[in-house]
């Protein structure tokens, strides 16, 4: 028989030690929670692009931003994602961070990361020197679907590299400006009364099967300095589309890549669907140079290519003069 006294003595004990811990726990995070808002201070960084681009350039190329904070020795402390309807919606658009005070950190930001890339070696305590953006399209023959239109922020070195950008936390709230600068190109093929040479004589209303597109001997990302990292790899595996241009029935393919310029080892190859023969390659960094091709004008690369099919196996290769270079990034 159960003695009802000691039960009621043991039951009024063991509620007093729980109501005693939960107490005790609370006071604990509450004064943690207090110290936290003593120790830290709101750090604001306002987001643009250098130049002439400036905030309405920003606002209507970039719609999501990746923060990410190291310590003074480079280690991860704190990573977040901020998105367009997060951002002010007049004015310069800013996001803000909570970092203690009188600490040093170092910031690299990111925009525009989709469905094709990704960081790896970004976790909390983890060296930045370590960290990379690839991409995550790539299937098992290493080639890549595509690339996102990347965007990246930090700070620029006396020569003219990038380099994370240093934040001195005092004791009081802070301003700091974060210029974004493309860290991709474009590159659109404009493909014009395509023929398979090596296929067989068809009737005239059949559709040719489409060229094999590919861009070669491109990175597979960057690291956190803006340096080409990971294996040289090829993007294709894009689905055109069709346009109608200048009264001409065209076949475009459009790709985002990793920055272009007259020194990148990138090629085109197209090759045919039938016999996977090369039908021609061209040295990217060639016509970039031949058409004096820049992103003076919008900020970003863009490489038209127009690709003629001429009568029996003649293919002319030119530049798409009917394109703006650049043009807002496929997003």
Request: charged share 20%; proline share 5%; net charge negative.
């Amino acid at each position: 028989m159960v003695n009802v006294t000691n039960f009621m003595k043991f039951s009024s004990a063991t509620y007093i030690t729980l109501l005693l811990a939960w107490l005790l726990n609370a006071c604990i995070a509450d004064r943690w929670e207090k110290e936290a808002g003593v120790n830290k201070v709101a750090v604001n960084f306002y987001l643009t692009n250098p130049g002439k681009f400036g905030i309405d350039y920003f606002r209507g190329n970039i719609t999501q931003v990746h923060v990410l904070v190291a310590d003074n020795y480079g280690r991860f402390v704190e990573k977040r994602v901020f998105y367009k309807n997060d951002l002010p919606k007049k004015g310069m658009p800013y996001v803000q961070l909570q970092l203690r005070k009188n600490s040093k950190f170092q910031v690299v930001c990111w925009a525009n990361m989709y469905e094709y890339t990704d960081f790896t070696g970004v976790s909390e305590g983890s060296d930045m020197e370590n960290a990379k953006l690839q991409n995550i399209s790539i299937n098992e023959f290493k080639i890549a679907e595509n690339f996102d239109p990347l965007f990246y922020a930090a700070d620029t070195t006396d020569i003219g590299e990038y380099t994370p950008r240093l934040i001195e936390v005092g004791t009081e709230n802070l301003n700091d400006t974060l210029a974004f600068v493309p860290a991709h190109s474009r590159v659109e093929i404009y493909i014009e009364d395509y023929r398979d040479f090596d296929a067989e004589i068809s009737a005239e209303d059949e559709i040719p099967q489409l060229p094999l597109v590919e861009l070669c001997n491109l990175p597979e990302g960057y690291d956190f300095y803006l340096k080409e990292a990971g294996e040289t790899i090829a993007y294709g595996n894009m689905i055109p589309f069709n346009r109608v241009i200048n009264d001409k029935y065209m076949t475009v393919y459009e790709f985002n890549t990793p920055l272009l310029d007259e020194n990148t080892p990138a090629c085109l190859k197209l090759t045919t669907p039938t016999t996977a023969a090369t039908l021609f390659s061209l040295d990217l960094k060639n016509f970039i140079s031949q058409y004096h091709l820049d992103a003076h004008k919008t900020g970003v690369l863009v490489v038209p290519i127009h690709i003629v099919y001429r009568k029996d196996t003649e293919i002319e290769i030119k530049l798409a003069s009917w394109v703006l270079n650049p043009v807002t990034p496929i997003l």
